[in-house]
Every structure is written in structure tokens, then in C-alpha cells.
């Protein structure tokens, strides 16, 4: 059994920056197509960022040129790099794996709080 486990988050201010980690177990985490996605209060859970196995990263509009994902497949973790944190970024954030055709494992998440 695949599992994610994601940490790495907290109370920060407007400007500042923050490192998520999301750790896999079990599986073959270098095989599968990673992502970031995160749900605020009342809104639908969102896409955020994704890596492939192949390396290749998307972004969402609303985080381009801010945060950036990245994978250590040594060490079975995926990263969301966040900088210039803005109080619209405020959400619990989740990773999530691609084994075939849908992100079929997801973690526990992890609460992003941005104070203005």
C-alpha cells in the first residue's frame, strides 16, 4: 500500500516563505506522476502544481513564479517550495499520486495559514 504523509506547514506572514514535504511509502514513487493541491475554507479543492516521472512541472496561474515543486526520488519526497506567500494562499495543501490514469493516493494534509 502507497501512503503520503505531508508536513511542512504553519503560521506565516504576507511575504514570507515556507518548504512542504510529502513523503511516500511503499509503491515506487519514482514512477508516479506527483501533485499539489490545496483546499481553502469553503472552495473546492484546487490544483496547485505537478511533476511527472519524467521531471516535467506544471503551475497553476495563481502560484507561477512563487512556488516550485520539485522531487527527490532518493528519497521518496516531493516538495512545494512557497515563496512570497500571499493571505489568499491560506489552505490546507495536499500531495497526491498518479499511478495510472487518475491521483488515486492522497495524504493527510497540511495547513498553510498566511496572516496580511
Known amino acids: 500500500q502507497v501512503s503520503l504523509v505531508e508536513s511542512g506547514g504553519g503560521l506565516v506572514q504576507a511575504g514570507d516563505s515556507l518548504r512542504l514535504s510529502c513523503v511516500a511509502s511503499?509503491?515506487?514513487?519514482?514512477?508516479?506522476?506527483m501533485a499539489w493541491f490545496r483546499q481553502a475554507p469553503g472552495k473546492a479543492r484546487e490544483f496547485v502544481a505537478d511533476?511527472?516521472?519524467?521531471?516535467?512541472?506544471a503551475y497553476s496561474d495563481s502560484v507561477k513564479g512563487r512556488f516550485i515543486i520539485s522531487r527527490d526520488n532518493a528519497k521518496n519526497t516531493l516538495y512545494l517550495q512557497m515563496n512570497n506567500l500571499k493571505p489568499e494562499d491560506t489552505a490546507v495543501y495536499y500531495c497526491?499520486?498518479?499511478?495510472?490514469?487518475?491521483?488515486?493516493?492522497w495524504g493527510q494534509g497540511t495547513q498553510v495559514t498566511v496572516s496580511s
Open positions: 497526491a499520486a498518479k499511478r495510472t490514469f487518475n491521483f488515486d493516493v
Open positions: 511503499g509503491g515506487t514513487f519514482s514512477t508516479y506522476h
Open positions: 511533476n511527472t516521472a519524467y521531471d516535467n512541472t
